[in-house]
Each structure stands twice: as C-alpha cells, then as structure tokens.
C-alpha cells in the first residue's frame, strides 16, 4: 500500500491550500485515514480523521479551518487548509489504517509573507 501526498507549498498568511493524498488502494478499504503535520523541532501532531464510514473529527488546532474529505472515485484523502497562518507551517503527513498504519512522504506547507 502506497500513499502519495501533494499541494503542499508556500501561500500567505490568511491564504488557503488543499492537500491530496493518493492511495494505491481503495480508500474505502482503510478502517481511517488522517492527517498529521509536523514542524521544525516539534512532534508529529494528529490534525484531522475520517473513518471508514465517513466521520470525521479534528484537533483543537485546526477545527473550523481545516477539513478533510475522501474521493471515493480517484481513492484520494483530501485536506482543504483555510485561514492558514505561520504556526501552520509544517510537512504534511497522510496515514492510513488498515490494521496496517501507512504513511504518505510528507509535503511541505510553508506559510508567509
């Protein structure tokens, strides 16, 4: 199983970015899939989950700017970035879980003036 995330590059402050991470197998097959980020000298955080039957939760940090979503059709997990500000800046990980835990390579979110 492999997971390829993407989108992740440099926007503004109060800017907005969508990540997509592509799953060589059916999302629907995962038990959850989520995202993480983490920045300079800190710890891999969790940001947002859904699962298998499409709930989704979110990390106090994130929660009425970010949201993660699936395409069903092209097998993608998605994550729409609002609002982003500088404490946002991170690599970007993709997960998923199918008893299993896999982990997508990491794209690069960079935010700025």
């Known amino acids: 199983v492999q997971l390829q995330a993407s989108g992740g590059g440099l926007v503004q402050p109060g800017g907005s970015l969508r990540l997509s991470c592509a799953a060589s197998?059916?999302?629907?097959?995962?038990?959850?899939m989520a995202w993480y980020r983490q920045a300079t000298g800190k710890e891999r955080e969790w940001l947002a989950r859904?699962?298998?039957?499409?709930?989704?939760d979110y990390a106090d940090s994130v929660k009425g700017r970010f949201t993660i979503s699936r395409d069903i059709a092209k097998n993608t997990l998605n994550l729409q970035m609002n609002s982003l500000n500088p404490e946002d800046t991170a690599v970007y990980y993709c997960?998923?879980?199918?008893?299993?835990?896999?982990w997508g390579q990491g794209t690069q979110v960079t935010v700025s003036s």
């Open positions: 997960h998923g879980n199918r008893g299993a835990h896999y």
């Open positions: 197998r059916n999302v629907l097959t995962f038990k959850s």
């Open positions: 859904i699962a298998a039957n499409g709930q989704t």
